[in-house]
């Protein structure tokens, strides 16, 4: 039925944004792109330095708010999680 379809789909999404909330795997992208696109290490570390520390906010804020299934039924896509 519909409703099932859609609360799985949120739990689903839920489970996707904290399953990418974990920073070092993200962190080392970040940094293997900064060494591939920028050549001169200067730069490299000067975009390493930047995204550690904006990145590193986000993905603070973002384990503070800790997403959890109970959104779902809250969103009253589920009727109980």
Same mark, same amino acid.
């Given at each position: @039925? !519909?409703? &099932?379809? &859609? %609360?799985?789909? *949120? $739990?689903? #999404?839920? =489970?996707?944004?904290? @399953?990418?909330?974990e920073?070092?795997? #993200? $962190? $080392?992208?970040?940094? +293997? /792109? %900064?060494?591939? #696109?920028?050549?001169?290490?200067?730069? =490299?570390?000067? *975009?390493?330095?930047? &995204? @550690?520390? /904006?990145?590193?906010?986000? #993905? +603070? =804020?973002?384990?503070?708010?800790?997403? +959890?299934?109970?959104? *779902?039924?809250?969103?009253? /896509?589920c !009727?109980? %999680?």
């Open positions: @039925d !519909i409703y &099932a379809f &859609a %609360c799985h789909r *949120c $739990k689903d #999404f839920i =489970q996707t944004i904290d @399953d990418g909330i920073h070092e795997p #993200f $962190k $080392k992208e970040t940094d +293997n /792109l %900064c060494r591939t #696109f920028l050549p001169d290490p200067t730069l =490299q570390g000067v *975009c390493v330095g930047v &995204a @550690d520390t /904006l990145l590193g906010g986000v #993905f +603070n =804020q973002l384990k503070r708010l800790e997403p +959890n299934p109970e959104i *779902c039924t809250w969103l009253r /896509l !009727i109980e %999680c």
